[in-house]
């Protein structure tokens, strides 16, 4: 089945700077990657997603980019703020699966210093 | 407004006294799952529904059981839990089509002594 791998586990920049998180998928035939945030004590949310007919994504200070044929995905977040510190969940949706479930990468914990 | 609910949100139990999670939602949604969060692990899904009577074991259906009687509701049954499943569950839905938007429950904090 699909696999997600996500690195990398901790990631601390100052306020301002730039951050990435990347992921690699093993399903050559997933279509959907989507990024959620978890911020401490709640739910994850969706933030931004890609679909596999999309090369660059974009919504305000956050990105994705997908390259289909390295198999990986990444999210950027520029002009860091101190709110943005959560943990980041990066998930594919394969074809194993007939898309019906995401399989989630074990998370980005996110630390923003002012 | 759309909601996810679970109930409880917090329960702590003994090993081997049966519990059921409830979660339900309003958006009329086919599609309804249950994951289970711990450290280092990420979210792992134990079961899935695509609809009313259609139920699939995600990647850690071992020790849990799920129904899915009406659209809105689908519970997570520990008929005998043990300790390690100890971990934060979050029920999840969305809409039929695999790329649309998954929404997350909450959360329940299991604690299983």
């Known amino acids: 089945g699909e696999n997600v791998e996500q690195h990398p586990s901790t990631l601390s920049v100052q306020e301002g700077d730039s951050a990435v998180i990347k992921c690699t998928y093993s399903?050559?035939?997933?279509?959907?990657f989507p990024w959620y945030k978890q911020e401490l004590g709640k739910r994850p949310q969706l933030i931004i997603d890609i679909r596999s007919n999309v090369g660059e994504k974009k919504d305000q200070r956050i990105a994705v980019t997908l390259n289909k044929t390295a198999k990986h995905f990444s999210l950027h977040i520029t002009e860091t703020q101190p709110e943005d510190s959560a943990v980041y969940f990066c998930?594919?949706?394969?074809?194993?699966?007939?898309?019906?479930?995401?399989?989630f990468g074990t998370g980005t914990r996110l630390l923003v210093s002012p | 407004e759309a909601q996810v609910t679970q109930n409880p949100r917090y329960l702590i139990t003994v090993t081997g006294k049966k519990l059921t999670v409830t979660c339900s939602q309003n958006m009329n949604h086919e599609y309804m799952s249950w994951y289970r969060q711990d450290p280092g692990l990420g979210l792992r899904q134990i079961y899935y529904s695509m609809n009313v009577e259609v139920t699939d074991k995600g990647d850690v259906p071992e020790g849990y059981k799920v129904s899915r009687k009406e659209k809105r509701n689908f519970p997570l049954i520990l008929e005998s839990p043990s300790p390690n499943q100890t971990s934060l569950y979050f029920c999840?839905?969305?809409?039929?089509?695999?790329?649309?938007?998954?929404?997350f429950g909450p959360g329940t904090r299991l604690t299983v002594l």
């Open positions: 399903d050559s035939a997933s279509n959907y």
């Open positions: 998930a594919a949706s394969g074809m194993n699966t007939g898309f019906q479930k995401l399989v």
């Open positions: 999840a839905t969305r809409s039929g089509r695999s790329t649309d938007t998954q929404y």
